[in-house]
């Protein structure tokens, strides 16, 4: 890539290239994109497009990354002053299908526009494997098998959001979900119900089309 151009042309430009992808991933499928249809929507002449990507390819997965990016910032925001493992993990299954229920653009990119969601999975299994060990340290968790235990849980967190998303489950299924997903993990019941149903303000997701700027300087608002 060429790194001569001024960064924030360079900025604008890479923007307007996601937001044009962004956009034609809501009309039709990922694999039906061309490096032409981008560069039509996003209004630069196709030779400008090498600057910033690679290939098609190359530019579908900055998206993915990008939204990775987007979910662990709020996520951080979110668990900012918690030290306890159980209600990181809960506040954080919770705002993650807080995501897909609230904005439904995020699970059409997800889950129906063929874009990769490798990246994302990737992330968010690092980051629930972190509070799933440390809870283990902790003494909140009781897991014989740890990354077999981190598998079924981001499956579970991800199929339940897939399940949002096809409204064949409704956004107060949530709390009960995230309440089993403690148990699963050792929690007590009781516990778990206490924990899965604290009251806090949930970050509302930004919405599509999402830009690598916004995301480094976001002003993110705040819902209940």
Not at 45 to 59: K, P, W
Not at 133 to 142: L, S, T, V, Y
Request: net charge negative; charged share 20%.
């Amino acid at each position: 890539m060429n790194d001569t151009l001024p960064s924030k042309k360079r900025d604008r430009t890479r923007n307007r290239l996601l937001i044009a992808t962004q956009e034609l991933l809501l009309e039709r499928n990922a694999g039906s994109l061309s490096i032409r249809d981008v560069t039509t929507r996003a209004d630069v002449v196709q030779g400008t497009f090498y600057n910033y990507f690679d290939s098609i390819e190359a530019l579908i997965d900055s998206i993915g990354l990008l939204f990775y990016a987007v979910h662990a910032q709020f996520i951080q925001r979110l668990i900012a002053d918690t030290t306890d493992s159980a209600e990181i993990f809960a506040l954080t299954t919770r705002q993650t299908m807080r995501f897909i229920a609230q904005s439904p653009a995020y699970g059409r990119f997800l889950f129906d526009a063929g874009l990769p969601i490798d990246k994302f999975l990737v992330g968010l299994r690092y980051s629930l494997r972190l509070d799933i060990d440390q809870g283990q340290r902790q003494g909140r968790f009781q897991v014989q098998d740890l990354e077999l235990t981190v598998s079924m849980v981001t499956g579970s967190l991800l199929g339940l959001a897939l399940d949002i998303h096809r409204h064949l489950l409704p956004m107060s299924a949530i709390e009960t979900a995230t309440c089993r997903l403690l148990e699963m993990l050792g929690v007590s019941t009781d516990e778990a119900l206490r924990i899965a149903n604290m009251q806090v303000e949930f970050i509302a997701p930004p919405q599509p089309p999402l830009m690598w700027i916004a995301v480094e300087a976001s002003d993110m608002g705040v819902t209940s």
